[in-house]
C-alpha cells in the first residue's frame, strides 16, 4: 500500500487565519473576493480579475434557467421530494456527471474551438476549410436549438459581451466565424454553449476545467429547485408507480439465511 502523503494545494487550516491556494483567507481574500470568484479559483486554481468574474456573473445570470421540467432539475425535484433539499443538491451534481447539458457542452466545443484555432489558417477562409474538416468527423457541440430557431440565452449574452466589450477576443471572433457560416450554410444555429466556451478561451481559461465551473456557477439553478421540492414534497413524487421505475444494477440475489428474500445489490 502507498503511504506517501498526498499533497494539496486548495487549504490549510490554521488557529488564527486559514489560507485558500496559498491566500490568507481573513487578510488577502476576505473583503475582495466575491462569490464567483471563489467557484472560479476552486474550479480553476486561478484567481479570477475583476472583470472575468463579472463576465462569469453574467453568464451564470443567463444560464438561470430553472423549470423544474427540464433535465436535471427533474431529478432535483425527485430527490428533494423525501424532504432534504441537499438531497437534491447532491442528486443533480451526481447527474451532472457526462450530463449532455450546457455545462459540458461548454466544454467539448472548448475543445474543438482550441484545436481549430491551433491547426488551421486564421483566415476566414483558413477557419471555414479546417471548421468543414470538424464537421466531417461527426456533430459538433455547441449547435442545435431545440423547437425554437435561436438560443435566446446566446442573444443575450452577446449583448452582455458587447456591453463590456468582450467581443475582440480572438476566440469570440472565431466562434462568430463558425457560427454565422453554419447558419447561412446549414440553417443550423449555435446554442449558448458555442459563445461561453469562446468566451472561456479568451479568459485563458482551461477546457478541461469548464464542466465543473459552469455547474458551480449555475448552483442557485439546483438550489432553488432542491429547496421548494423539500417544501412541497408532493406525494405523487415519493410514490412513484413501480411502472415508471427502472432499478439498473445487479441482478438480485437470494439470501442464504433467507432464501425467500431477494435483495438487489447497488
Request: with cysteine; proline share 6%; glycine share 10%.
Amino acid at each position: 500500500m502507498n503511504t506517501e502523503p498526498i499533497k494539496t494545494r486548495v487549504g490549510q487550516a490554521g488557529w488564527t487565519d486559514h489560507r485558500h491556494f496559498g491566500m490568507s483567507v481573513f487578510n488577502e481574500m476576505a473583503g475582495t473576493t466575491t462569490t464567483t470568484g471563489l467557484i472560479a479559483l476552486a474550479a480553476t486554481g486561478r484567481k479570477m480579475g475583476e472583470e472575468d468574474c463579472r463576465m462569469l456573473d453574467d453568464i451564470a445570470v443567463i444560464l438561470t434557467v430553472a423549470d423544474p421540467r427540464i433535465y436535471p432539475l427533474k431529478l432535483v425535484r425527485l430527490a428533494s421530494a423525501y424532504g432534504d433539499p441537499l438531497a437534491g443538491m447532491a442528486a443533480a451534481v451526481a447527474a451532472m456527471q457526462g450530463a449532455l447539458v450546457g455545462p459540458r457542452i461548454a466544454q467539448d466545443t472548448a475543445h474543438w474551438l482550441k484545436q481549430l484555432k491551433e491547426e488551421t489558417n486564421q483566415t476566414t477562409e483558413g477557419i471555414i476549410k479546417g471548421f468543414q474538416e470538424l464537421l466531417k468527423q461527426g456533430r459538433l457541440s455547441g449547435f442545435g436549438v431545440p423547437f425554437r430557431q435561436e438560443d435566446e440565452r446566446a442573444v443575450a449574452l452577446k449583448k452582455r459581451v458587447t456591453a463590456r466589450n468582450r467581443h475582440t477576443g480572438p476566440y469570440w471572433k472565431l466562434q462568430k466565424t463558425v457560427s454565422d457560416y453554419l447558419k447561412e450554410t446549414k440553417g443550423i444555429p449555435a446554442n449558448v454553449g458555442l459563445p461561453i466556451a469562446a468566451l472561456s478561451l479568451d479568459m485563458g481559461l482551461n477546457p478541461d476545467t469548464l464542466a465543473a465551473l459552469y455547474t458551480g456557477l449555475t448552483i442557485n439553478v439546483f438550489l432553488a429547485n432542491a429547496v421548494e421540492g423539500a417544501e412541497q414534497a408532493p406525494q405523487q413524487l415519493r410514490c412513484l408507480p413501480e411502472s415508471t421505475v427502472e432499478y439498473i444494477g445487479r441482478e438480485p440475489r437470494e439470501s442464504e439465511v433467507a432464501p425467500s428474500l431477494q435483495t438487489p445489490l447497488g
